[in-house]
């Protein structure tokens, strides 16, 4: 947020200036501070060859190959909402989560169906912006938001949770802390 805000603010040269400053800020902070060190072992733990992310990333591999599979039985409608692979679930308990929930939304609705549901939450969030705002620019940062949503419910079973209502909300209402005319 505080990029946007920068970039919504500022001009060129000022933009340039505070980007060289935080780079070197960044740089010093990585380098000469246990931070790097940490950082760098997070990366190392998640891109490494742990087990545990090998066990996870194969899981969801195999997961995303049965949805697929299931998409490609009926694209253009899908299976319904109510819907799941028996021999791919991911719990018990719920037995409509996947990993990939981006993909499970395709495999249930179909492409007509996501195409209808994207559409309906674009035009919703959209026309928030528009009534409030104008400019290009002012959709940007929705498309943005709209971008991360669809692509968080690639990796995790994020895109109807929490942090995909917030995503979703960010969305539609980014353009309210931000007009031309306030000064």
């Not at 790097?36 to 996870?56: P, Q, Y």
Request: proline fraction near 3%; aromatic fraction near 14%.
């Amino acid at each position: 947020m505080v990029f946007a805000a920068i970039l919504i603010e500022a001009k060129a040269s000022k933009i340039f200036k505070i980007s060289i400053i935080t780079a070197v800020i960044l740089s010093f902070i990585i380098i000469f501070t246990p931070v790097g060190d940490m950082l760098f072992k997070v990366i190392e733990t998640r891109f490494g060859n742990n087990t545990n992310n090998s066990v996870s990333d194969s899981y969801r591999e195999w997961q995303n190959r049965s949805l697929y599979n299931s998409f490609m039985e009926m694209p253009i409608f899908g299976h319904g909402i109510g819907y799941y692979i028996p021999n791919a679930l991911r719990s018990e308990t719920t037995k409509y989560l996947y990993e990939s929930q981006t993909l499970s939304m395709l495999m249930s609705l179909g492409i007509i169906g996501c195409a209808c549901l994207l559409l309906l939450i674009v035009f919703t969030c959209l026309k928030a912006v528009s009534k409030e705002s104008n400019g290009a620019f002012t959709y940007m940062m929705p498309l943005i938001f709209l971008a991360m949503w669809l692509f968080s419910g690639s990796v995790n079973p994020l895109l109807f949770g929490a942090s995909g209502g917030s995503i979703l909300f960010m969305t539609a209402k980014f353009h309210t802390l931000y007009k031309r005319g306030d000064s």
